[in-house]
């Protein structure tokens, strides 16, 4: 008993998780997995087990009495089930714990994985089987009429014997786990939608498909500097610009002021969150939920309301008009300085948790010994900010600036809903390249998407530059 217990504390991870789902297999025969449909209404659940136990079902409907019978039916699944999922079990526990050869326990592994696949095989056919041509033909019903189909319960069922076969395959291949082995999944992430894109963008920003394949010209790049102007104005003043150049100003003039505005408001509401969350001596702060909050709804649903609250018959003109301070309502949406401001104001809006939890993150974690030694040295308060708490508190602000500019340089859903598509901004003009049916405007689209990558590349970069400094020096000097 003493070596059996030794040999299951130490079976490796893989083989619990394939017994575990030799067990789940078993016990997922008696529980409620196939939903019985007839006319479009869910009758009865049954499980492998209740198919034997209570395999009739009768019900009257206006076309008259369905009488049905799952026990021959039932009976075979149930056997070639049970059979199956015993055997996946015992296997599974059987050759790690009584098999010493590595050679026997991969051939084991991968009879478990056949079992487990076996098992998903089954579980298939009693749902496509279990009502039969017979029985859809003797009721006057289509499969759309009567049919069988898996609930919640089996869709788990099928994930977990997935699992089983993935652990298996991998004791069949011999392999050590190791927590290495959980990056994997991500690196295959990273690599499908991350940088397979990435290199499709930087081929097809110097490759343009023709009637023979693609061919290496650089129409992307004329389209994109050609010269073309045209006049906008900024901050009431009216320029004339390259075109692009144009657009790629006005985005970077969102991006800046929107960033500021996340760090001008975040910084000193996370610095009294962080100091009344070590007030209270809490973990968390449920202060912080609400600033969140407003992430869990949808970005247009908010754009949309920030829209309504603005328009014409918004709620900010009738207030203005009830409280007699206006006569006639403010066009807000239609003036470009005044949509332009209120553009920014919902991205800062929009954005302001990715500004404020990294910069809450850090400050809620700082010692308040070093503000008291700072104090004891004879540092007034202001001091003590700009030369300790600042300093150590630079990689949330960089973290929060990194997660704020970099999106909202591309975003263009809010300047488009706010300006009603007047504005034009960097994502706009990369979609309507990308979706024009000109190859030679498709490749100036990954032009611009190259360029702006090469841009947020640099300011990366120097951001990281900065967070090294302020890691290294930040807050030692007073």
């Known amino acids: 008993m003493r070596e059996l217990k030794s040999k299951i504390a130490l079976m490796p991870f893989h083989s619990i998780v394939m017994a575990f789902v030799g067990l789940f297999s078993l016990i997922s025969m008696f529980v409620p997995i196939f939903q019985l449909n007839i006319q479009y209404v869910s009758r009865r659940v049954y499980s492998l087990f209740t198919l034997l136990v209570n395999p009739k079902y009768s019900v009257t409907l206006r076309d008259g009495v369905i009488n049905l019978n799952f026990l021959s039916f039932g009976a075979v699944m149930f056997i070639i089930t049970i059979i199956i999922s015993v055997a996946a079990l015992t296997l599974s526990l059987g050759y790690y714990l009584f098999v010493d050869n590595s050679k026997k326990r991969r051939i084991g592994c991968i009879a478990i994985m056949a079992l487990f696949f076996a098992r998903i095989i089954v579980h298939i056919a009693t749902l496509s089987k279990m009502i039969t041509q017979e029985m859809l033909d003797e009721h006057h019903m289509t499969t759309q009429r009567m049919n069988v189909a898996q609930n919640l319960y089996g869709n788990i069922m099928i994930v977990v014997l997935f699992i089983g076969m993935v652990a298996a395959l991998y004791g069949a291949l011999g392999l050590k786990m190791s ?101 209270l001596h809490k973990n968390g702060s449920m202060m912080l939920m609400l600033f969140v909050l407003p992430m869990w709804m949808n970005t247009m649903l908010r754009t949309y309301a920030w829209r309504a609250f603005f328009g014409q018959t918004g709620v900010l003109n009738n207030w203005l008009i009830e409280m007699n301070l206006i006569k006639e309502p403010i066009m807000f949406l239609k003036n470009a300085i005044l949509s332009d401001v209120i553009t920014k104001i919902v991205m800062v809006n929009d954005f302001l948790p990715f500004m404020l939890l990294p910069i809450y993150s850090v400050l809620v974690k700082l010692d308040d010994n070093l503000t008291q030694a700072s104090r004891d040295l004879g540092a007034n308060a202001v001091q003590t900010f700009t030369k300790v708490t600042f300093p150590l508190s630079l990689p949330g602000v960089i973290s929060g600036i990194q997660m704020v500019f970099m999106p909202s340089l591309t975003f263009f859903m809010i300047p488009d809903i706010i300006s009603e598509g007047s504005t034009t901004t960097i994502g706009n003009t990369v979609q309507t390249f990308i979706l ?40 030692m000097v007073l």
């Open 179 to 279: 927590l290495k082995m959980f990056a994997y999944p991500y690196i295959l992430w990273v690599v499908v939608f991350t940088i397979l894109p990435l290199l499709l963008i930087f081929f097809r920003a110097f490759f343009a498909k023709t009637a023979g394949g693609y061919e290496f010209t650089l129409g992307g790049f004329d389209v994109l500097f050609e010269n073309k102007t045209v006049s906008t104005t900024f901050y009431g003043m009216r320029v004339t610009l390259q075109e692009y150049f144009s657009v790629f100003l006005r985005s970077l003039d969102y991006a800046f002021w929107t960033t500021v505005g996340c760090l001008l408001l975040s910084y000193p509401l996370a610095y009294v969150l962080a100091a009344r969350t070590k007030r």
């Open 436 to 475: 024009n049916e000109s190859s030679t405007y498709q490749q100036a689209g990954n032009v611009l998407s190259l360029l702006l990558l090469i841009f947020v590349l640099i300011t990366m970069g120097l951001l990281r530059n900065q967070d090294k400094d302020a890691g290294s020096g930040g807050g």
